[in-house]
């Protein structure tokens, strides 16, 4: 029998984020029928800006969409490192042409709900999605034939293979392999995303300071600006919510620069977000059932890659069930053993990137002058994230106790 001949599996995903849809997508352009469960009532992307490097922008082309992501998206010309408490720019690196012609496609800017609506509009596209909000995934059931799962309000669907793309939280990941709690950080996050201000650059800044930072860049066109703070409260306790307070924030900034302090009235104070993340756990395949995106590898936002990974992710399962239909197990592992040690490695160096952000003291002093003579066209430390994979990733350093 030819692989024209073959049956192809019919998959139920869980979860109709950028991970769940970016899978109904890749999946439906490879022939195969795909139900998208999400629990929200709407299909929606929770906060404003999102970052996507060479790496995920590639995979965007593959599946279709980058076109239509690029109407609203911004091309920074170059990613800055600033100083917090000076404003001076430490370190920036050309973004722009440059990295698009290096690697294949742009550096871009974009707000999550321009690029989940550019997804959910391919996968509409193709016929062969069916997106289903309102359906909370509570139980799932495998056997040698099938997956089968069921819904808070008792409606059950199957299907020859399942994804868990819900999230950090994932109960498809609690239910086939670990009931662990993510791990949360110290750090508190406050976004304000809004009208883009007089001065503000087309371009990704970063400015870190001794345990915290702004990142700002443009999005929507360059008609509005992102922008999230960030800073380390060790009063924090997992289950309370008296930590990381806005006035604790205003403390903690009142030290940096006026373009950093001018965007603390932005700032929504009604919502903090706590960052959570896990270490590398192998066991993503689990006979008829997959986890994908943060249900598999939850990281860190310092290296902007979590909804790339999930893309990533998307496209290597739909290649490693186009090329083996008949036998689902041996195509999940396939698609684990591809995509495991590459999101595990981003996992990680994610971490490590955090701590380098939020030096403070001697080690800030270092980090300053190593990145003020770093070239702004040496790329050499990105080469294994955003390159065609013949770069091996940076092994982060075990004495910042990262693991
Ligand atoms: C501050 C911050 C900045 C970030 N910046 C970037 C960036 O610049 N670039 C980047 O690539 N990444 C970034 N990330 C990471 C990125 O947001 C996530 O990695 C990405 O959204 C994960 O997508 P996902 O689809 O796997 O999960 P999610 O976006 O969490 O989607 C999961 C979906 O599943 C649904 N769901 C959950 N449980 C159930 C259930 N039981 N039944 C049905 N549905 C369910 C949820 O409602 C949700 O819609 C950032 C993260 C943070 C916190």
């Not at 192809?8 to 195969?32: E, K, Q, S």
């Not at 996507?52 to 990613?79: S, W």
């Not at 600006?225 to 306790?237: A, D, E, Q, Y």
């Not at 971490?351 to 300053?368: P, S, Y």
Request: aromatic fraction near 8%; charge should be negative.
């Amino acid at each position: 029998m030819n692989l024209a001949q073959r049956a192809l599996p019919r998959v139920v995903v869980v979860g109709g984020g950028i991970g769940g849809f970016t899978t109904a997508l890749a999946l439906a352009l490879r022939g195969m029928e795909v139900q998208v469960l999400e629990r929200a009532p709407e299909f929606t992307e929770i906060g404003a800006g999102l970052q996507f490097g060479p790496n995920a922008n590639r995979a965007l082309e593959r599946l279709g969409v980058l076109d239509a992501v690029l109407k609203t998206a911004v091309l920074p010309t170059k990613f800055a490192i600033m100083d917090v408490y000076t404003g001076a720019e430490l370190y920036h690196a050309k973004l722009g042409e440059v990295l698009a012609s290096r690697y294949g496609a742009p550096y871009t800017v974009m707000h999550r709900h321009d690029l989940l609506t550019a997804l959910m509009e391919g996968a509409r596209a193709t016929g062969r999605v069916e997106a289903l909000p309102g359906k909370e995934v509570v139980d799932l059931a495998q056997d040698s034939t099938g997956v089968r799962v069921t819904c808070a309000d008792g409606s059950t669907y199957q299907g020859d293979v399942l994804v868990g793309a819900d999230g950090v939280r994932s109960i498809v990941r609690r239910l086939v392999l670990d009931d662990s709690e993510p791990l949360m950080s110290e750090y508190v996050i406050y976004r304000g995303p809004g009208p883009r201000p007089e001065g503000i650059e087309d371009a990704v800044m970063l400015y870190t300071g001794d345990q915290m930072h702004l990142m700002q860049y443009p999005i929507q066109g360059g008609a509005m600006v992102n922008r999230v703070l960030s800073f380390r409260s060790t009063k924090g306790k997992p289950g309370s919510d008296e930590w990381g307070t806005p006035e604790e924030l205003f403390d903690r900034f009142s030290v940096a620069c006026d373009h950093v302090r001018a965007a603390l009235p932005t700032l929504d104070l009604e919502k903090k977000w706590v960052q959570f993340d896990r270490a590398p756990l192998a066991g993503w395949a689990q006979g008829r059932v997959a986890l994908l995106g943060d249900a598999a590898h939850a990281m860190r936002q310092y290296l902007a890659q979590g909804a790339g990974q999930a893309v990533e992710d998307a496209l290597a399962l739909a290649e490693a069930l186009s090329a083996r239909p008949d036998d689902i197990p041996a195509a999940l592992a396939r698609y684990e053993e591809v995509r495991f040690p590459r999101a595990s490695a981003v996992q990680m160096n994610t971490r490590f990137f955090g701590e380098f952000t939020h030096f403070g003291g001697i080690e800030a002093l270092v980090r300053n002058y190593l990145l003020k003579i770093l070239s702004s066209d040496d790329y050499e430390l990105v080469e294994w994230l955003y390159g065609d994979g013949s770069v091996p990733p940076p092994v982060p350093p075990r004495s910042l106790n990262l693991y």
